[in-house]
């Protein structure tokens, strides 16, 4: 990554955005997009399944994002079923939007150990908030959601926050969703008998995305991803233009995932998904 292609990242984005958005709500309500899933950002989902429309981390790391989208913004997210919160960090959770969809229809799933005084200040009725614990299921109607306690916590030293991680079924297909891990160790996963999809967000240490091959922790989440045995793995969290290049995962690192990936697992099916773009879940 260099510092020019983070500014034409951050052009694209505000030359494209709106248009990319159209067109995946377009796409998200035709039924010829059933068990899809579309970016929004980096590591910010949005999915069909059974005539169901879910997301995850649904938020915008620069308000001028938000603002280029207009009423558009409110009017597509509203329309969403569920919207599941995972963890506190600004890359994952946008309070401004929260209170865009406050008068929404939407549910929403959010881990208890969320700041529940900050959550209802941005006047999302307690009535639609599911506050959630790890071990348990929460059905919807063609989904089923196992949420655990995943590993964002950095075992050298104890940095990180609590995160919430989710195992999705449809009855078509099993997603996993460990979303930030900082501790790649996979025995302290819960164990799942099938994944179908595995959402491996990519990160390689604590300002070292410029280090390349970015060891031991290239290394360590090929051995981690492997571990779970998924059928196929959606490797995300690129782009994220917020950030400092030194903490930018890019299509780069992806690439060195994949191939250590592969070099475990030749027959794996590895996906690098690009925002605005239609992804079946299918594998």
Not at 89 to 96: A, E
Not at 121 to 150: C, D, M, Q
């Amino acid at each position: 990554m260099r510092d020019e292609w983070k500014s034409a990242a951050i052009e694209n984005y505000r030359i494209s955005y709106k248009g990319l958005w159209q067109n995946m709500f377009q796409q998200i309500h035709s039924k010829d997009y059933d068990h899809h899933m579309w970016l929004l950002g980096p590591s910010s989902y949005v999915f069909s399944t059974n005539g169901l429309r879910w997301g995850i981390d649904i938020q915008f790391r620069f308000p001028w994002i938000a603002d280029s989208l207009g009423d558009l913004l409110a009017e597509d997210l509203s329309k969403l079923d569920v919207i599941m919160l995972t963890h506190e960090h600004s890359d994952h959770l946008d309070y401004s939007l929260l209170s865009l969809l406050r008068d929404a229809p939407v549910k929403w799933l959010i881990p208890a150990f969320f700041n529940r005084e900050k959550l209802l200040e941005t006047g999302l009725p307690s009535h639609r908030i599911t506050w959630v614990e790890p071990g348990r299921i929460y059905e919807f109607e063609g989904l089923s959601v196992k949420a655990f306690n995943s590993l964002h916590f950095r075992p050298n030293n104890g940095s990180g926050v609590p995160e919430m991680g989710y195992m999705i079924d449809t009855g078509r297909i099993n997603a996993l969703f460990p979303v930030d891990v900082r501790d790649y160790d996979a025995s302290k996963m819960p164990e799942f008998e099938q994944i179908d999809c595995l959402f491996t967000h990519v990160w390689l240490g604590d300002a070292n995305a410029l280090n390349l091959p970015c060891e031991p922790f290239l290394t360590r989440i090929c051995d981690f991803s492997i571990a779970l045995n998924p059928k196929r793995i959606y490797l995300t969290h690129l782009y994220e233009i917020g950030r400092p290049i030194t903490d930018m995962w890019t299509y780069t690192h992806a690439g060195l995932v994949a191939d250590g990936l592969l070099a475990r697992n030749p027959a794996l099916d590895i996906l690098v998904p690009r925002i605005g773009r239609a992804y079946s879940l299918l594998t």
